[in-house]
């Protein structure tokens, strides 16, 4: 039933931000609390998010559903940053996106203590994001217990480049 109110709120941008690629705009959830509120739940209730003891929040669109999960489910949050964002000591590791490359920053203090974490984010396209938290997590011996998104664009086939359990709430 949410997935249905998902995908009436989501806007699509063709050729944004570089030709050929179909953004979709997840934006508007937030603009319908009731929606945003049903979302949050569900994603909370998965047994991904259950599991974990911690939350990884991917820049920037991941932060809007892993606070919001983190907070319900008293969980802590750990942010990766998109370069320059974050001050101190910084685990990076770089990856390649459907329209370009990119790096994503970890500080190392907040892993401290920490042993196993959901990746929260706002849409699996190529699974690249995701692969790069994965490769700072397990370099610093933590444990992946999934990966937990709204949107999963089934025709790139993300789901197969990620080796964890992934749960989505809406496919395209």
Same mark, same amino acid.
């Given at each position: 039933?949410?997935?249905?109110?998902?995908?009436?709120?989501?806007?699509?941008?063709?050729?944004?931000?570089?030709?050929? +690629?179909?953004?979709?705009?997840?934006? #508007? !959830?937030?603009?319908?609390? /009731?929606?945003? =509120? *049903?979302?949050? &739940?569900?994603?909370?209730?998965?047994?991904?998010?259950?599991?974990?003891?911690?939350?990884?929040?991917?820049?920037?669109?991941?932060?809007?559903?892993?606070?919001? +999960?983190?907070?319900?489910?008293?969980? #802590? !949050?750990?942010?990766?940053? /998109?370069?320059? =964002? *974050?001050?101190? &000591?910084?685990?990076?590791?770089?990856?390649?996106?459907?329209?370009?490359?990119?790096?994503?920053?970890?500080?190392?203090?907040?892993?401290?203590?920490?042993?196993?974490?959901?990746?929260?984010?706002?849409?699996?396209?190529?699974?690249?994001?995701?692969?790069?938290?994965?490769?700072?997590?397990?370099?610093?011996?933590?444990?992946?217990?999934?990966?937990?998104?709204?949107?999963?664009?089934?025709?790139?086939?993300?789901?197969?480049?990620?080796?964890?359990?992934?749960?989505?709430?809406?496919?395209?």
């Amino acid at each position: 039933m949410i997935e249905s109110y998902i995908k009436e709120l989501i806007k699509e941008y063709p050729n944004f931000p570089k030709e050929g +690629i179909l953004f979709k705009d997840l934006m #508007p !959830i937030l603009a319908n609390p /009731k929606v945003y =509120k *049903l979302l949050i &739940n569900k994603m909370g209730k998965s047994s991904i998010c259950k599991r974990a003891e911690n939350i990884i929040a991917i820049d920037a669109r991941g932060f809007l559903f892993a606070s919001a +999960i983190g907070l319900s489910l008293e969980k #802590p !949050i750990i942010v990766a940053r /998109k370069p320059g =964002k *974050l001050p101190g &000591n910084l685990i990076e590791e770089s990856y390649e996106l459907e329209y370009g490359n990119n790096s994503l920053s970890i500080q190392k203090e907040a892993l401290l203590n920490k042993d196993n974490f959901v990746i929260i984010d706002d849409l699996l396209a190529t699974g690249g994001t995701v692969n790069c938290i994965s490769n700072i997590l397990k370099k610093e011996g933590k444990k992946i217990i999934g990966l937990s998104v709204v949107v999963e664009l089934l025709e790139l086939k993300g789901k197969n480049n990620v080796n964890m359990e992934v749960d989505s709430i809406v496919k395209y």
